[in-house]
Each structure stands twice: as C-alpha cells, then as structure tokens.
C-alpha cells in the first residue's frame, strides 16, 4: 500500500464478505439491497451520507412524488410519452420494462406497509406529471412510514447497513468487479462480493448550485467507467428553480408560477405583456428547465437575472392563490411553514440549481452493464428516461430498477467463482484536492448549468483536465486526506465525461441549452455514449 506502511489508520482490514454489495442507500439502493436479500443473497449496503439519503430523501423537498399508469390501457400511452418527451434519447425497452414494472413496485410497497398518499382532487391541473399530457395513477410516498418500513425489512433480513461508509474504488479481479475498497471511521476496509450494485444517484454534487443531498457526489458513474460501463445522455439533467433565501436549497414547486409575479430587484423580471401570463402558466406544468416549450424564457430571464442581482429573483403570490388554493399547493405550503417556517406572505428568493440526473450508466433490461459482477440502478443508470423526464418517473426508476438489479445481482452473485483477495491499495492524497474541488463545482455552474456554448464547455473541460493533471499525488497520512483526494480525481473523471457530450451535441434538446445552437437537429437524434480507453474519455453517438 503506497505511503501507508507505517501509519496504522491507512491500514487496509481484511476482506469482510458478501453475496451482494449494494453502493448507495437512497430508494434504489435499498430497494436493491432487499431484493437480493429476499432472493437468498448475504448483502451488505454501504452509503457515503446517512441510511435512506440521496435525491430519494432529500430535505428540501416537500414528498416523493410515484405515478403509474392508470390501467392496462395507458400502459402503451405511458410508454408513448416518455419516448416523446425524451425526445428519442430513451430506450425503448428500457422505456417498457420501467412500465411494465411500476404496478407491481407500489403493489410491493403496499403490501410492506408503505403508507402512499392519494390526492383528494386527483383531476385538478395540478396533479398532472410534469411534462405529461394526462393525470395517472399519482402516489405519494410518505417519508416517515417507508423509512420505517424499509429499517424493519432490512433488520428482518439481516442486511448488513454501513452508514458513512465511501467507496474509494472498485476491485477486479479476472475480468470480474469482486469488491470495493471503502473508507469508514477512520480505517479502509476491503469488501469482497459475488456482484456489485452501484446505486450511487446522480451528479448534482459536481455543481456549486446544486439540490442534492452531500452523498450525491458523481463519483459513481467515475467508478463505473474506470471498470469497463459505459455511460450515456449524461448531458440531460434537471435544472431546477430552488430557494436561494430563506431556507436555502429548498425546492420551489412549479405550479405556484401560475399565481407568482417575479421581480429582479425592482424591476419585473419578466416583459409586461399579454403573453407573460401564458408563459408562467406553461411554466407551472413543469418543474425542470427545458428547450422544448416557450416557458424556456422563464428560467434563461432567472439566470440572466442572478448574475447582476445574485441575491435571487423575488417571489410574491397573488392574492388569487391565497384565497383558493389548490390541493398540491395548499400540501406544499402547509409543508413548507411546518418544516421551514415560511407562509405564502414571506417573499423568497429563487434562484436556478442542478438536481437529478437523467443519464448515467448503461444498463439493460437486468440492470447488467455489460462488465461482469456489476449491475447498477436508479439516478446513477441512464437510458430509461430522455432528454427530459416526466414527473414521479425517478421514483419508479429506482423501485423497478432496483428490484431488478438485487433480484439479478443475487442470481448472478450465486454462480460467481470466488475472487481472490485484494492485496493492495494505494492511499495517495494531493495537497491540491481542495483546491480543484471547489474550481470543479464554480466551473460547471458557470459553464454547464443552463448556458452552453463550445467556447464554455471547451474552456470548462481544458481547466478540469489541467486541475486533473495537477493532483499531484503523494502518500496521505491520513483517512480524510485520501478520501478527499479519491472523490475529487473521481468527479473531475465524470466531470470531463459530462463536459465532453455536451460538447458533441451541437444542438439544444429537451434539458440541454446551447446557446450557440438554439434549435434540435434531427441528425443529431441519438444517445451519446462515453467510455474510458487507456484513461481518456471518447464520446460517440451510440448509432456510430
């Protein structure tokens, strides 16, 4: 172990092994972790932040939104939406084994005990998904009863849960991913397994501006590339409006816009016009950024906005609002002054953040990358979702995904030979891991938020190599020293990923805005897909 020898903290524990490794504790992660579990695997769940985190349980927001379709008729409308909405970026068999699984997942989580909310006025505006053209079947996962019911299952089946525990890197061994080294309390500990499941969320944590919990780091899909996946449509990620004050990094639900008048200063933010009303009631039907509608003119006014007034953009409520308020928006507004204080009366200010993902790692129908030993699952996975994503379709991702990926994860994990021991690891740091962190996350919210051109991406990515090339390694003299180092060489991998497709694609699509090519192009109709070769990230349309 490189630099390590003679500090006792940098020691490497023997292996502690399982059937299945589970990498992430948000919903798909623990999902995925039950499944296995309940199909006879021994299973350990790691999670970099706390047990029940990610975008899944993430503070900030006001529920967990769940949809499905109606029946078995609006299956293949369900189906027909996505496709469209992803803007041809989805796969479509990814696209019907999504579908085809939600009904059985909330049966599941029923079943369990999960208490799911029904909306009293299903057929107000409000309830339909963002992006879609119809209500569904709309569920809300209450956070409490799953939390509660997801600890006593994975006590029930004796899953072994490590909270604070961060994967450092995966281990290989014939061609096979056997395990992970992972750094918890102070010690780095070797996790062998029989297969892998990485559930590691998306790559708000790359950005400054960001509504994502700290474990939602990007360093998962980094993990994934470095063992032979691929990734793809990590371009297409949501851009959401969120509180810059009071209550910092707290979401702010869409269908008020409706009933709001926004302010730059003193100014409106927005031309006073007979269209203004029309653009802020398309805006109220989705709540991420996207080119596809004239309500894009909203969210460019907010960024164009923050960057003279960096305060935020002013909020105030119509009196319309206060006086009638429909079912969604009274629920977010009685959440909203239980656990933040605020009243519809508080003026706030919002500005624009990056939330989840739509991309990530390639999966199939089994939630197999194609490396052996190695499945993945929910917001790390790409291909189920588009250039954009309809509302409440994260959630059942995770849960069918998830399901899918511990049911297979514990198959294969039956079948696979033991792998030897790892033998080493290298424990290196850098003095300027700090450094290029915080250079990573003001890069990517300057260049790569809502604003891309080629000369922004192209400056981006040229300053993340430079400050990748400049992680001088040394040997770490202690745990945080190497962890610190590990993640920020890990996101400056994704980051370049990232950087890189958004580059290629010379066009806007759905959630990707280039300024310099403002229009989709037909051509361009196909996911990127990036891989690593002899350390370099290549980017390729998947058609080629």
């Known amino acids: 172990m490189s630099g390590a020898e003679n500090n006792a903290v940098l020691r490497l524990l023997p292996e502690q092994r399982s059937d299945v490794l589970v990498v992430g504790c948000g919903l798909a992660g623990v999902t995925a972790a039950i499944a296995a579990a309940e199909n006879g695997a021994r299973v350990t769940l790691l999670s970099a932040g706390a047990v029940f985190s990610g975008s899944s349980f993430y503070p900030g927001t006001w529920g967990l939104g769940l949809i499905a379709p109606e029946s078995d008729a609006d299956r293949q409308d369900l189906m027909e939406t996505i496709l469209a909405v992803g803007c041809g970026m989805a796969e479509p068999t990814l696209v019907r084994t999504l579908v085809d699984g939600i009904g059985k997942a909330i049966e599941a989580l029923r079943t369990d005990g999960v208490h799911l909310l029904r909306a ?106 470095r063992a032979g996946a691929r990734l793809t449509n990590l371009e297409f990620f949501q851009i959401m409006p969120g509180y810059l004050s009071p209550a910092k990094n707290t979401i702010f639900n869409e269908k008020t816009f409706r009933f709001a008048s926004l302010w730059a200063g003193n100014a409106p933010l927005l031309p006073e016009n007979t269209h203004t009303d029309d653009l802020l009631a398309e805006r109220a039907t989705h709540g991420p950024f996207t080119t596809r509608l004239s ?50 009366d508080d003026p706030v ?80 740091t850098s003095a300027r891991a700090g450094q290029a962190q915080e250079q990573l996350r003001a890069v990517m919210s300057r260049y790569a938020l809502l604003a891309r051109s080629e000369e922004g991406l ?18 770490a003299e202690t745990i945080a020293q190497t962890v610190l180092a590990h993640r920020v060489d890990a996101q400056l991998l994704t980051a370049d990923a990232l950087l890189s ?44």
């Open 120 to 225: 009293e006025h299903a057929g107000q505006r409000e309830f339909i998904p963002c992006f879609d053209h119809k209500a569904r079947d709309w569920n809300g996962i209450a956070f409490d009863s799953a939390r509660s019911v997801f600890s006593a299952r994975l006590t029930a089946l004796n899953i072994r849960v490590v909270p604070h525990c961060e994967v450092l890197e995966l281990v290989r061994a014939q061609g096979r991913v056997c395990g992970a080294i992972a750094a918890h309390e102070g010690v780095l500990h070797y996790f062998g397994c029989g297969a892998l499941v990485l559930a590691t969320g998306g790559c708000g944590g790359l950005f400054r501006e960001r509504l994502t919990t700290g474990d939602v780091t990007g360093c998962g899909q980094a993990l994934a590339l």
């Open 295 to 344: 309500s894009a003119a909203v969210d460019l006014a907010i960024f164009r906005a923050c960057l003279t007034h960096p305060e935020g953009v002013t909020v105030r409520y119509s009196q319309a609002m206060k006086d009638a308020p429909p079912e969604f928006i009274r629920t977010y507004f009685d959440w909203l002054r239980r656990e933040k204080g605020l009243s519809w």
């Open 349 to 428: 200010q919002i500005g624009l953040f990056a939330h989840a993902s739509n991309g990530g790692i390639v999966i199939d129908a089994r939630a197999a990358t194609g490396v052996p030993g190695l499945f993945a699952c929910g917001e790390a996975t790409g291909g189920m979702h588009g250039a954009d994503r309809i509302g409440g379709l994260s959630t059942a991702n995770a849960l069918v995904f998830g399901g899918i990926a511990g049911r297979e994860a514990a198959r294969d994990a039956a079948a696979a030979p033991r792998c030897p021991a790892c033998a080493a690891f290298d424990a290196w």
């Open 501 to 544: 497709a958004a580059l290629l694609r010379r066009e806007s699509r759905g959630s990707h805005h280039r300024i310099d090519y403002p229009a989709p192009k037909a051509v361009l109709a196909e996911r990127i897909e990036i891989a690593l070769k002899q350390g370099d990230v290549t980017v390729r349309f998947a058609g080629n």
């Open 458 to 475: 192209a400056e981006a990515r040229n300053t993340l190599r430079t400050a990748a090339d400049g992680l001088t390694r040394t040997p």
